[in-house]
């Protein structure tokens, strides 16, 4: 997904095109991604997370893999805004699976191991990206990441098991529950009458309604705004950072290795914010957002010099992308069974309108050639706003209370 921000430089240099416009391509993919999370993902509450999942990824992968053989913005357009619906669909079935599986006590730690997946392939990426693009062209970085998650669906078809509590929420086929649960405890037998009950109860209706019931509105709407200012920051910085850096006379390797280098800050944050969000609360994770809007500043002063440029950009991913990752395991954690994909959806999806407007605005910024203290004070401004939502989010008396209760298991 972060791979475009790495091919830009080459596909503008290529193309001859202005790179301001090119904002309206990292848009289009994170609008394909909010419509997959808002009008899909829901539908993992519904026939299962495993079917999401895999769908979702073939999509991705297809659209991704036909990207290079793009040959026009428009068909970029087009290409990332459908892989982005099927990135936006599996997502936040992977964080309601990874949920329904995870001990209480270190839920959310579970789920930043599972994005540090998110956060290496983006790592990753940048590498690949460095040493391969100025040999083989910007397309090569789409055959990988077109085919990598192609193979990744038909290997999840035959390994991944669906969601026991899903199952035993639904009523529907107690033994695959049952043959589930028998490799997760091969002590145990489970006969072939045997019913799983799950000590929460479904609801009716459109789940999105649910998520506004039973004092979850206030929760729900800040949890929302947090999403919107760390995705608008988080989007802009790894969108255009390259493309400045470039701008004021770094050379491409190694800016798209900085660009890699917050991706790997992101992924070693993760695990602890969510390490500090299992053990203090929803606080922890406000406090790296506020503690990243002055790193994002000094990254505009680093200048060329990698000895300085760097450790900032590596500790900026620490607490932006860090942060972003201990947002998903709130929003895992904070909805219950019969409502958590749509919830984990509905939240992912709503923030894709910050990741839409950090890239957009972030090109209409530079167009105006402001200076680079200007263009990081936009992207530090959000991570301060999102530090305000999640405190108040952490206030609120829902929060508080599925705070300190375990996730149900069968």
Not at 14 to 43: C, D
Not at 101 to 110: D, G
Not at 154 to 177: K, M
């Amino acid at each position: 997904m972060q791979v475009m921000a790495y091919a830009a430089p080459s596909i503008i240099r290529a193309w001859h095109i202005n790179k301001a416009y090119f904002g309206t391509v990292f848009g289009f993919s994170l609008f394909g991604y909010m419509l997959g999370a808002t009008s899909l993902s829901n539908l993992g509450d519904r026939i299962g997370r495993k079917k999401i999942i895999i769908g979702g990824a073939l999509l991705f992968g297809a659209f991704s893999l036909a990207t290079a053989f793009a040959t026009s913005l428009t068909a970029l357009f087009a290409l990332r805004f459908i892989a982005g619906i099927g990135l936006g669909a599996c997502i936040p079935n992977v964080i309601a699976l990874t949920v329904e599986y995870a001990p209480s006590r270190t839920r959310a730690m579970m789920i930043s191991v599972m994005f540090t997946g998110y956060t290496i392939g983006g790592t990753l990426g940048g590498v690949i990206a460095a040493k391969l693009i100025p040999t083989f062209g910007w397309p090569v970085v789409f055959y990988i990441g077109g085919i990598a998650p192609i193979v990744l669906a038909a290997i999840l078809i035959f390994t991944l098991p669906e969601s026991v509590s899903f199952l035993a929420l639904r009523q529907e086929r107690p033994d695959r529950a049952a043959a589930i649960l028998a490799k997760l405890r091969p002590d145990r037998t489970f006969g072939c009458d045997a019913r799983f009950v799950l000590r929460e109860e479904e609801k009716s209706g459109l789940p999105v309604r649910h998520l506004f019931t039973e004092g979850r509105a206030r929760m729900t709407l800040l949890l929302w705004v947090a999403f919107v200012a760390s995705l608008l920051g988080h989007y802009f910085l790894t969108s255009w950072l390259p493309t400045v850096l470039v701008g004021t006379g770094v050379p491409l390797a190694h800016a798209v290795i900085a660009g890699a280098l917050m991706q790997g800050g992101g992924a070693v944050g993760g695990l602890i914010m969510c390490w500090f969000l299992d053990k203090r609360g929803v606080f922890t994770i406000a406090i790296a957002f506020a503690i990243a809007a002055p790193l994002i500043v000094l990254i505009a002063s680093a200048g060329t010099s990698d000895v300085v440029l760097m450790p900032v950009v590596f500790l900026t991913g620490l607490c932006l992308i860090g942060g972003q990752t201990g947002l998903n395991g709130i929003s895992g954690t904070f909805y219950p069974t019969y409502i958590r994909s749509t919830g984990t959806g509905w939240a992912n999806g709503v923030g894709r309108i910050g990741s839409i407007l950090g890239p957009v605005l972030g090109g209409v910024l530079i167009s105006f050639g402001p200076s680079n203290s200007l263009i990081f004070s936009f992207a530090a401004v959000s991570a301060l706003c999102c530090s305000g939502a999640l405190y108040l989010c952490g206030k609120t008396p829902e929060a508080v209370a599925r705070g300190r209760q375990a996730p149900v298991v069968p």
